[in-house]
């Protein structure tokens, strides 16, 4: 059976991801290089200059494909033999919560840096900039959760980039919809009390994904 | 008769449905008309879906307890005949919609939404089922990815409306589901009627695709399940 479920060992896990990602450099400046590339590219194509509620969709297309970039990596480069090995190690559930935490923290990078190339790029419309970082905040955390499930389902079927994105899509409708709405309302600076419901809604969605999260993923990890 | 008797009443039931929703009184209401019928014929079929995907979802919980193949064959026969629902379903729905609000796919309502996104779920798992080879494990990944999209979709189409409560569907102020229809009793004496001939006619065929592909697999296996 699995070893007993102990936070020593997820902070074991989480360390290992972040000194991963420190070593290879490389996985984080290519999202950061995408982004990059995309916002010059919209930049170019809106001439005429970008509306507020452009800016808003933009901004969370963006931020969904630089964060499938950067969840996708989180289990392919886990090899089969690595994983029998962590198997013996590490709980399921140890090993799903740091990747889920590793996800949402690699997300929030993300957030921050395409918040600065838009505003230096394209501008930055928003006027209620706390109700802003607090949708970045739930709404990545919920993209981070599911994004790691997706990650780890479409490992398994070999063939990996192309499967990941078209799986994370329908999962994650709910979360831009409600992200994109939340984030129309920073932009027009609308009250705080238009907002609370969907503010709600984001935090039942987020609790409900990363709880299926930590249900499901052991269904995923044996083979 | 003792085990196809339901065989005969969604027969009849949907036969009574299509008879009488076009021949049957409706109200007559600005805007909706004659296209009110419509009723008899797109909401069933998204009810006989909703149940399909339940079915789906409660016996790929079942597979994960225990990894008894019966209950993936099950599952994602489900899931099939779902598919098989929401297509009609969609097409109802859009040719009603050109009519009534003037073109086939409106931007903002929230059912649409959600419905578009259950189809998606839908497509993405067949997808997923022909990536993978082995039956075991296929049975297994797209057993996890049901109960996620699922539930995902679930709430979805639970939660949104509320929050939005602008959908242009009839009788509606932010209930998913049965509103305030514009209905009078004669037409609950067709509708619910309907519901019940079409949810049962979607466990009929699933009946039939699950036999077929349990023979299929024995025959593939020369296993008995």
Redesign the interface.
């Given at each position: 059976m699995h070893p007993n479920l102990n936070t020593s060992n997820i902070i074991a896990l989480l360390k290992k991801e972040f000194l991963l990602e420190f070593r290879q450099k490389t996985s984080l400046a290519s999202i950061l290089l995408y982004v990059l590339s995309i916002v010059f590219i919209s930049f170019l194509s809106f001439k005429s200059g970008i509306k507020p509620d452009v800016w808003g969709a933009l901004f969370w297309l963006v931020l969904f494909f630089a964060g499938i970039n950067a969840a996708s990596k989180s289990f392919f480069t886990e090899s089969k033999a690595r994983g029998i090995y962590n198997y013996t190690l590490y709980h399921p559930t140890e090993f799903v919560i740091s990747k889920i935490i590793y996800n949402i923290v690699l997300l929030w990078v993300v957030c921050l840096c395409s918040v600065l190339t838009f505003g230096w790029m394209i501008g930055f419309p928003v006027q209620n900039v706390l109700l802003f970082i607090l949708t970045l905040l739930l709404g990545s955390a919920a993209l981070g959760g599911s994004l790691t499930l997706m990650s780890c389902i479409s490992s398994k079927t070999g063939n990996s980039y192309s499967v990941m994105s078209l799986l994370s899509m329908p999962v994650c409708i709910p979360v831009m919809l409600l992200s994109l709405r939340l984030t129309k309302n920073a932009i027009d600076g609308l009250d705080w009390s238009v907002s609370y419901k969907y503010m709600g809604g984001l935090f039942i969605i987020d609790v409900i994904i990363i709880s299926l999260s930590l249900f499901l993923f052991r269904y995923l990890w044996k083979e | 008769m003792k085990h196809w008797w339901w065989k005969i009443a969604a027969i009849a039931l949907v036969l009574f449905s299509i008879t009488m929703g076009f021949i049957g009184n409706v109200p007559r209401l600005d805007i909706l008309n004659e296209t009110i019928r419509n009723l008899y014929f797109h909401v069933p079929l998204w009810f006989a879906m909703l149940t399909q995907m339940g079915i789906s979802w409660f016996f790929a919980l079942r597979y994960?307890n225990g990894y008894n193949i019966k209950y993936d064959i099950l599952s994602s026969r489900a899931a099939y005949v779902g598919g098989m629902f929401a297509l009609p379903g969609i097409i109802t729905g859009s040719v009603w919609a050109t009519y009534t609000w003037g073109k086939p796919w409106v931007a903002d309502d929230p059912k649409l939404?959600g419905v578009?996104?259950a189809m998606?779920?839908y497509f993405?798992y067949y997808?997923?089922r022909a990536?993978?080879p082995d039956a075991q494990?296929k049975a297994?990944?797209s057993?996890?990815?049901n109960?996620?999209?699922f539930?995902?979709?679930f709430?979805?189409i639970m939660?949104?409306p509320r929050?939005?409560p602008n959908s242009l569907h009839p009788g509606n102020g932010g209930n998913p589901a049965f509103g305030r229809y514009d209905m009078d009793n004669s037409m609950r004496m067709v509708f619910y009627p309907a519901c019940m001939g079409w949810i049962l006619m979607s466990v009929w065929l699933l009946t039939i695709l699950n036999r077929m592909k349990k023979l299929q697999y024995k025959l593939d296996n020369h296993e008995s399940i």
């Open positions: - | 994960l939404q578009m996104a998606l779920v993405v997808l997923l990536l993978i494990t297994r990944i057993a996890v990815y109960i996620f999209a539930i995902m979709t709430v979805f939660i949104y929050l939005a």
